[in-house]
């Protein structure tokens, strides 16, 4: 039989990982008999006997027959005093995926209920993509979906997993156990800290770590059975000690001392570069006293009788942390005069703190969550925003990651509700936690009531104030300094549908170009034809992958019109006449608007052309319209292809200046100040220095290609007059084919 463990601790059902009982099915009732009523044990028993059906000649690598592995998954479930509907799921969870049973059945034998969470346990078993990384994403798809849904799916996935990590050593393949291991600690470990299930949680980091760094994990065990031995009878003082001073206050408390985990103190060891031998804080010591007010009684005492490390206080009894979590946390130099880390709470703080969620489970009375309970679950709501946003099954599991494995910083609105961030989040983060309209309308924004940069750093405490605009829109360059995962996904889906936007414009025009020149009238009627060709959605995808270089334009127009046939050209190459007259001719050039990082239009690093400069544009694969001076030298290599030609121009429309690169080709004097003189000649004229490559050195002269932003040739014809009236610039020119 089980060992006996306190009423607040998960049982571990044996000495070695993976072991069970000689009959686990027996363990199981013996241990719902104590909560639950006559009527569900029997319930109990029957989904016992369906699983051992069901799985009948299933074994697991362990050789054991499979039917234990559920059960083992409700005796975890059962040390939580979970209700029965999440006990039978847990029997039941592997048999849809695993046996002939469906879901019908379940809900037949079973109820409805059950069979909605087994389904959403269930790994997805057809799935499209191919790699073991999409299928991943795929599977946490579904469970996020289902979660969100009843938080009871979640309980029963993290003790599924908890019992395949405690036998994981069974599977014979080393990178399946570490590709794993590394899932548990990058997706499951936060999830089961998000709810608080800190039990849990610890002991799948724990068994992670030795699968990912057994060597790691076997010294830190074995230092820490070294200071057991050493070092048992200072725990023994520091607990006495502090027992003495809050009796002698008149406080009754329990207090324990317990070793930080070897996974946390490995973190401790790499976050801080230190070796085990400088970590101070190894053990942490818990005071457990009745009610709020005697946590605040014995941390004004212990802060009385011991000096205080300054900047180690954190209270989570007036601030819980979003997961629910009340403590307080201190650290002092004890009676050793070594730091000691004290956490105080009350019993049920204490409850809640190991089993989270689960302590106070609102299913056990009919009763739907709090409006305080769903704060704890904001964050699910943001993983249904990432799933939302994201197309990839892989980029939505990269920003899930994102929005878990993170250390964090607990800020306030203005209303003084808690928002909780990783480390490094901005204040556009910020606006995407409350809701992802403020964030994308989000102008600027306040940090303690003063006006701040949008990629400022978060820091704790902070209180964030959002302002916003109806016509405002995500910028592409907040994407380079948002931490979290749905302020990425949202920025991205923005700057996609920005971009398809563009390349549906792209792909009409060269089509109706096409259509034009060989004398047809266009209109989107006489092109949808070409949908069910290519097996697309609808005519945008046509005009997508036209603007985009995936589809010829040409292609499409011989499809729609195949017996017709174009006259036979000369083929010649263009010069830069050739080319200004291409341009010229066409009356319906297309404007080039101001675009952002990533959209339909690309200027060519080969000729950097600037406004002012007569242009033309080449239909690149992947990247749109990539925009070329004509007398560019790289058009010669497109000369065998003009249906890729584009006739473009420079819009004349009102906007605001778009900044652009010009290169310059210049020669300096090897002297003092000369560099620094170039600068302030390029900063007086209106430029910026965007890029500076030095070509050439030799003792009295310095080569050297500058890119200068500027608005268009005029203002760059203004900075070279300038620089050629500098005494230490010798030569300056615009750069050519470079």
């Not at 749905?486 to 792209?506: E, G």
């Not at 990082?597 to 690149?620: F, K, N, W």
Request: charged share 25%.
């Amino acid at each position: 039989m089980p060992q006996t463990t306190p009423p607040n601790a998960l049982k571990d059902n044996s000495a070695l990982p993976g072991a069970v009982p000689a009959d686990a099915a027996a363990a199981l009732i013996e241990r719902v008999s104590e909560y639950l009523p006559a009527p569900d044990i029997e319930k109990i028993k029957k989904a016992i006997a369906f699983a051992r059906v069901k799985h009948e000649g299933q074994l697991r690598s362990s050789g054991e027959p499979y039917y234990t592995h559920p059960v083992e998954v409700s005796l975890i479930l059962a040390d939580m005093r979970l209700d029965t509907s999440t006990i039978l799921t847990a029997i039941l969870h592997d048999t849809v995926e695993d046996t002939e049973a469906t879901l019908d059945d379940l809900k037949k034998e079973f109820s409805p209920e059950v069979a909605s969470l087994v389904d959403g346990v269930s790994k997805l078993t057809k799935i499209e993509s191919k790699t073991v990384e999409g299928k991943q994403a795929e599977n946490f798809r579904k469970l996020v979906l289902a979660m969100s849904e009843d938080i009871r799916v979640l309980l029963v996935k993290l003790a599924d997993r908890l019992h395949n990590m405690r036998t994981l050593h069974h599977v014979p393949k080393i990178d399946k156990r570490q590709r794993i291991a590394a899932e548990t600690i990058e997706i499951y470990a936060p999830l089961a800290e998000r709810i608080g299930v800190h039990a849990i949680k610890e002991e799948l980091e724990d068994l992670a770590f030795g699968h990912m760094k057994p060597e790691a994990r076997e010294s830190i065990t074995a230092r820490l059975s070294f200071l057991r031995s050493e070092g048992g009878s200072v725990v023994g003082d520091i607990i006495s000690g502090v027992q003495k001073i809050l009796k002698e206050a008149g406080i009754n408390a329990e207090i324990t001392g317990r070793e930080k985990t070897r996974y946390s103190i490995w973190k401790k060891m790499q976050r801080k570069n230190v070796a085990f031998e400088q970590l101070s804080d190894i053990m942490a010591f818990r005071v457990v006293v009745d009610s709020a007010a005697e946590c605040y009684h014995v941390l004004g005492v212990i802060h009385s009788a011991f000096p205080t490390v300054p900047g180690r206080f954190k209270d989570y009894i007036s601030t819980p942390k979003p997961n629910g979590y009340k403590s307080i946390h201190t650290t002092v130099l004890g009676p050793h005069n070594q730091r000691i880390e004290i956490q105080i709470r009350t019993n049920d703080m204490h409850s809640e703190a190991d089993l989270g969620v689960a302590a106070h489970w609102a299913y056990k009375n009919g009763k739907p969550p709090s409006p305080d309970e769903l704060k704890k679950f904001r964050w699910l709501r943001d993983l249904l925003d990432i799933l939302d946003a994201e197309k990839k099954p892989e980029d939505f599991l990269e920003n899930t990651k994102l929005a878990l494995f993170q250390d964090m910083v607990y800020c306030f609105t203005p209303k003084g509700d808690l928002i909780e961030l990783p480390n490094g989040a901005t204040p556009v983060d910020f606006a995407y936690a409350i809701h992802s309209n403020v964030g994308d309308r989000t102008v600027s924004g306040k940090i303690n009531g003063r006006i701040v940069p949008l990629n400022t750093k978060l820091t704790n405490g902070d209180q964030v104030e959002i302002q916003t605009q109806k016509n405002q829109t995500p910028s592409a360059t907040w994407e380079r300094f948002v931490v979290t995962g749905k302020a990425k996904s949202h920025i991205r889906r923005f700057i996609r549908q920005t971009q398809r936007d563009q390349y549906v414009q792209l792909g009409r025009a060269i089509l109706q170009k096409i259509f034009k020149t060989e004398g047809y009238d266009y209109t989107d009627k006489a092109v949808s034809p070409a949908v069910g060709q290519f097996k697309t959605e609808n005519l945008d995808d046509i005009f997508a992958g036209i603007g985009q270089g995936n589809i010829v334009g040409r292609d499409i127009f011989k499809i729609l019109f195949p017996s017709h046939r174009t006259e036979p050209s000369v083929k010649k190459i263009p010069g830069p006449s050739d080319n200004f007259e291409r341009a010229r001719k066409d009356s319906n050039a297309l404007p080039i608007k101001g675009l952002i990082p990533g959209m339909a239009v690309h200027y060519a690093r080969c000729c950097h052309p600037l406004p002012g400069d007569r242009i033309v544009g080449i239909v690149t694969t992947g990247k749109g319209v990539t925009v070329h001076t004509i007398d560019c030298e790289t058009l010669e290599t497109f000369a065998d292809t003009p249906e890729r030609w584009l006739d473009v121009q420079w819009s004349d429309e009102n906007e605001k200046p778009e900044s652009h690169v010009g290169r310059l080709n210049i020669t300096i004097t090897n002297a003092q100040g000369s560099l620094a003189t170039l600068s302030t000649v390029i900063s007086k004229n209106g430029g910026n220095i965007t890029n500076l490559k030095i070509t050439n050195r030799s003792t009295d002269f310095w080569d050297m290609f500058v890119d200068v932003g500027v608005g268009d040739t005029r203002h760059l014809n203004d900075v070279i007059a300038a620089l050629r009236a500098t005494s230490c610039v010798m030569s300056v020119d615009r750069a050519r084919g470079r």
